[in-house]
């Protein structure tokens, strides 16, 4: 049975250059890493190919080095239910969260080892002597063994981690790190997320990056993003455009699918909105996004309304919580008092159609009036960079990856405590209540991204982890 399947992403044409000096440096980049793999693959490794920051990371990576004649691939490993509940167990313990609370012993291992084996296997049948494969996130790192013992360089990225240490971090590292022994070269987001058990191996720091030139962050104008809305039943109005978007190939297309929205009554057009986009994961907290809005934020702006997006729960593989987790924000929406409730819509993405999904979050965040990211513990949270890039007013948790996008009070704002809900609240009154401060903001947001979170940077120190592999020249960081 075939256990792995490969991702194919459309190549951006040459022609395609919005940002020319963008582009030009990601040639540039690109046409280095050809020449340093000469004839190698390089082989990218995950567990999903829609939902998550992961999955957008590669979408870009893949689709600007095919302009090269570079031969970089992603191929996505399968598993049963049994091993994406114990992955996301471990992804919930390396953010220092308890998850479900269940256990990690060699029931477990078993469990892992076996899916990890198998996939393993039939990657070992398709590399070569000398290939590079980057390994990403805890679903993978069983993997490493077999692949390197077939002569290729082995690279383990983790996109997630805490930045406190505690026993659920510890134990997550207890049960992942015997399975990582072979790996050659390790990179994390932030140094905090390292265990003290890699401080002797070679570790690099690469915060992740936004992909200007996908359908989610390419330029939209306000017409096309009225008419994506109305198209795909997020909003109700009258618009005179048409619902167009760009894909990476450069080819136009048109919405015609729509989103599944819970709410009592349309969002207009005109309605202002706090957006929160994100999976539905517990550790994003989009019921004390709804919760807080609700008590803190509903009662004293009047005709602001709070909109909850992210994927079809049911598409996103190897998250078998999101379909819970947005079944308890639904309950929550229900709970709420008539007049409120009106106010709230949740909106479910139908991500399995990946090009549209993108183009109607794309057309929310230039859309929204603020963003939200009030994560409990977060990796690094793409989706604040996207914010920003759009110029849009971004109030988020203080949390992991999410510090080191946003100078506080300067190009966004950054929630000391993402529990407390009543300053959150005020946090989006204040902001709501002062349009001039939003656009500062904003426009503040969209140059720290311009200067510090594209591709071009992060392709630029991947290829130099890589390039130190191959030359040799690894060593303790």
């Known amino acids: 049975m075939t256990r792995m399947h490969t991702v194919r992403v459309p190549t951006m044409p040459v022609e395609r250059r919005e940002e020319m000096t963008e582009w030009s440096r990601i040639d540039e980049v690109n046409r280095h ?107 993978t790192a069983g993997m490493a063994a077999l692949v390197a013992r077939a002569g290729a360089h082995v690279i383990w990225r983790a996109h997630i981690g805490a930045d406190e240490e505690n026993d659920h971090v510890r134990d997550a590292w207890g049960f992942l790190l015997p399975y990582l022994e072979p790996v050659e070269a390790f990179v994390f987001s932030r140094w905090s997320y390292v265990p003290p058990q890699l401080s002797e191996r070679d570790v690099t720091v690469i915060q992740p990056a936004i992909d200007i030139f996908v359908e989610k962050n390419v330029a939209m104008d306000d017409v ?152 409990l513990a977060e990796g690094f949270g793409l989706t604040v960079s996207e914010g920003m890039w759009k110029a849009r007013a971004v109030v988020a948790s203080g949390v992991g990856g999410i510090q080191d996008q946003i100078d506080d009070g300067v190009s966004g704002i950054l929630l000391p405590d993402p529990t407390d809900l009543a300053a959150y609240g005020a946090a989006l009154v204040a902001l709501l209540q002062d349009p001039d401060r939003m656009r500062s903001l904003g426009a503040a947001a969209h140059d720290r991204v311009r200067t510090q979170f594209l591709t071009s940077r992060l392709l630029r120190q991947e290829y130099a982890v890589v390039e130190r592999l191959l030359t040799g020249a690894l060593e303790p960081r």
């Open 33 to 139: 890493a050809e020449a340093m793999l000469h004839g190698r693959t390089l082989w990218n490794v995950n567990s999903t190919a829609v939902g998550g920051g992961v999955a957008e990371l590669l979408t870009a990576a893949l689709a600007q080095s095919g302009t090269t004649r570079m031969d970089e691939r992603w191929t996505v490993i399968e598993g049963d239910q049994d091993f994406f509940t114990l992955t996301k167990r471990l992804h919930h313990r390396l953010h220092g969260s308890a998850g479900d609370g269940g256990p990690l012993g060699p029931d477990e291992q078993e469990v892992y080892e076996r899916v990890t084996r198998d996939n393993a296997r039939e990657l070992v049948a398709q590399i070569k002597h000398g290939d590079v494969v980057i390994l990403h996130d805890p679903q």
């Open 224 to 375: 096309d993003v009225a008419a994506v809305l109305v198209t795909s039943g997020i909003a109700t109005g009258t618009t005179d455009g048409a619902p167009v978007f760009v894909h990476q190939d450069w080819s136009i297309d048109v919405v015609s699918r729509t989103a599944a929205v819970d709410q009592d009554e349309p969002l207009a057009l005109e309605d202002p909105i706090v957006l929160q986009v994100s999976r539905w994961d517990p550790l994003k907290d989009p019921v004390g996004v709804l919760t807080g809005f609700a008590d803190h934020v509903a009662p004293v702006v009047p005709g602001v309304r709070l909109v909850l997006a992210g994927p079809d729960p049911s598409s996103v593989s190897d998250d078998p919580e999101g379909a819970a987790v947005y079944a308890a924000v639904r309950q929550a929406r229900a709970a709420l008092a008539p007049e409120i409730r009106r106010r709230v819509h949740l909106v479910s993405l139908p991500a399995t159609h990946r090009s549209e999904s993108a183009a109607m979050v794309n057309a929310l965040q230039r859309h929204a009036t603020i963003i939200v990211q009030k994560s």
